[in-house]
């Protein structure tokens, strides 16, 4: 039997939509969360699917390098051209839709092979999200 399990994370992040024509051109910042579920099977010793707190080492440290008070996630974007961002591995206009695509897949590749990602919800404001999920 599986059971799932969701863990809430959150972080402040800057960002722009360089092709977008909106004010969102400009750029700012949100208090994103994330709520990550994921889904095993209950060992019979500690109870668990996983601990939490062994999941916040897989995903927090990758929060902390890419995300948080950032603005990494523009570094293809020409007017944040530098050479100390050189380094992400994003390249694309950062929206909501796209930032969850790349949470969920970089986190399931650190995850312990007896779990799955059954859904990633990232909310970019307390009214909009953008969720990917395990099909």
């Not at 990494?72 to 530098?82: I, L």
Request: overall charge negative.
């Amino acid at each position: 039997m599986k059971v799932s399990i969701v863990r809430e994370y959150s972080w402040e992040m800057g960002h722009a939509l360089f092709r977008h024509k909106g004010k969102c051109y400009r750029p700012h910042g949100h208090n994103y969360r994330m709520e990550v579920e994921v889904s095993g099977s209950v060992d019979e010793i500690t109870g668990m699917v996983v601990d939490f707190s062994d999941l916040d080492d897989v995903i927090e440290p990758h929060l902390d390098e890419y995300y948080d008070h950032s603005f990494h996630v523009n570094a293809g974007d020409p007017r944040f051209a530098s050479d100390t961002w050189t380094t992400s591995h994003l390249y694309y206009e950062p929206t909501a839709e796209r930032l969850a695509m790349d949470l969920y897949q970089d986190i399931s590749e650190e995850l312990p092979q007896h779990l799955t990602i059954e859904r990633l919800t990232l909310y970019e404001t307390d009214k909009s999200s953008a969720t990917v999920r395990n099909t």
